[in-house]
């Protein structure tokens, strides 16, 4: 049924080349069930794009597992499986306008839990080539070291992450570029084809909002 | 249990931001959208070269006519394919789909070389005389990739060098057709290295740049 409602698959494309099913490594639960499941998150992400929070934060709960699910097929380290399903809500937030209700939402938000695992895994081996093996570096890090520390600054950067999820697109996008990704203006000016002086006036505006907000909550 | 909690305030922090959103329309009607630009310069173009000479030249020539058609599909096929890419959850397999058109257009192309006699209404170009082949190509897929490019950052391409890729060809292809109106040279060696050098560099360049740009999301 799901499958003959294919909105532009005029070749049968998509229909030919389908990928194996992404939710085969969930569980064993029976694929007409599973197909269920897809139809109803479909119809919830469906109403989410109409403006239904209620239908949004339900599908966006439900595809935890999914999410999960496609980073640990990756082959992403347990630890930072959570990073991934953080950057993959994100960025499902961001372009949820390109999710067509006629085909498989699993199918999506695999696609795009894949490809963030895929971006941790490429920036934890980047940073992994950056550290430095130098024991008095090692030395002067033992403070650091810290479980405890170490988990609250977690907290902190998720507690961050969302209150940035939160900023106007514009301000967003200054941040990821400027402050996460570490661009440099010319480099973010490039990426984002917006120029070095927008980018400066919604990076200050986005850390003002960010500075209330914290200030607000503490 | 810190972790799930982390999720759901992120969660609640989106759902208090959320807005009806307009649904991107599906591939094949964006692509379509995209063709419809093409068209109307192609229209410019006809009315100020008319369409006699290259009515004339295909006549004459049914190779130079083939190259055109093979050049049309592969434009039309490689933007549908580049906004298919640009929906996660579709196969990559959709950039094959401007293979079979691109085949035809370089074959016929191809083929027109080995011709031991000259198109009507055309003469061999000399070997500076393609340079404004080059920059008739390059002129057009520049303002045509930047189109595509900026219809695709409203999508998600998860794989952007692709899609650029295919941005490149569908321009250039499109490029190369919008030359067929008003391209007073029969295929020869030369002409042929000069469009396939400009169809290339218009690839690469989207492929280094485009990738870049489609990257952000």
Same mark, same amino acid.
């Given at each position: ?54 239908? &949004? ?41 390109? &999710? ?119 | ?59 004459? !020539? ?8 093979? !050049? ?35 074959? !016929? ?86 469009? !396939? ?21």
């Amino acid at each position: 049924m799901h499958a003959s409602l294919t909105a532009d698959g005029a070749l049968g494309l998509d229909g030919v080349f389908r990928r194996p099913d992404p939710r085969a490594a969930l569980s064993a639960t029976p694929a007409s069930a599973q197909q269920e499941a897809d139809q109803r998150r479909a119809a919830w992400m469906a109403a989410a794009q109409a403006g239904d929070r209620r239908a &949004y934060e339900r599908v966006l709960a439900d595809s935890l597992p999914l999410i999960r699910a496609a980073a640990r097929r990756q082959g992403v380290a347990t630890d930072n499986i959570d990073d991934v399903v953080q950057e993959t809500l994100l960025t499902v937030h961001r372009v949820r306008h390109t &999710y067509d209700p006629s085909r498989s939402y699993d199918a999506w938000i695999t696609a795009i839990a894949s490809r963030r695992a895929i971006d941790a895994l490429r920036s934890h081996g980047r940073r992994d080539r950056r550290e430095l093996h130098d024991e008095q570096v090692l030395d002067m890090q033992t403070d650091h070291a810290d479980a405890a520390r170490d988990t609250e600054r977690e907290q902190e950067a998720r507690r961050l992450r969302a209150a940035i999820a939160t900023l106007p697109p514009g301000q967003r996008e200054a941040v990821e570029q400027l402050a996460l990704r570490e661009r440099s203006l010319a480099e973010a000016a490039e990426h984002t084809g917006r120029n070095a002086g927008a980018l400066k006036v919604n990076l200050h505006r986005a850390l003002k909002a960010l500075r209330n907000r914290f200030h607000g909550d503490s | 249990m810190s972790e799930p909690s982390n999720h759901h305030r992120l969660i609640d922090a989106l759902g208090a931001e959320l807005v009806p959103v307009r649904r991107l329309p599906p591939p094949w009607r964006r692509a379509a959208g995209w063709l419809l630009v093409v068209a109307a310069i192609a229209a410019v173009l006809f009315v100020h070269y008319g369409s006699g000479g290259m009515l004339r030249r295909w006549a004459g !020539a049914p190779d130079l006519a083939w190259a055109g058609v093979g !050049a049309v599909l592969t434009a039309a096929t490689a933007a549908w394919a580049a906004f298919a890419l640009g929906v996660p959850g579709r196969s990559a397999r959709w950039a094959w789909l401007p293979v079979a058109p691109a085949l035809l257009w370089v074959g !016929a192309s191809g083929l027109g070389c080995l011709r031991d006699w000259i198109a009507p209404g055309t003469v061999v170009a000399g070997p500076h005389q393609p340079i404004g082949c080059l920059q008739f190509i390059i002129a057009f897929s520049v303002p045509l990739s930047a189109l595509l490019i900026w219809l695709l950052r409203r999508a998600c391409p998860l794989r952007p060098v692709l899609t650029a890729v295919l941005i490149g060809l569908a321009s250039a292809a499109a490029s190369a057709s919008l030359l067929e109106i008003c391209h007073e040279f029969d295929a020869a060696a030369s002409d042929l290295l000069t469009h !396939a050098l400009a169809v290339v560099a218009v690839i690469a360049v989207n492929a280094a740049m485009g990738g870049r740009l489609l990257r952000s999301r």
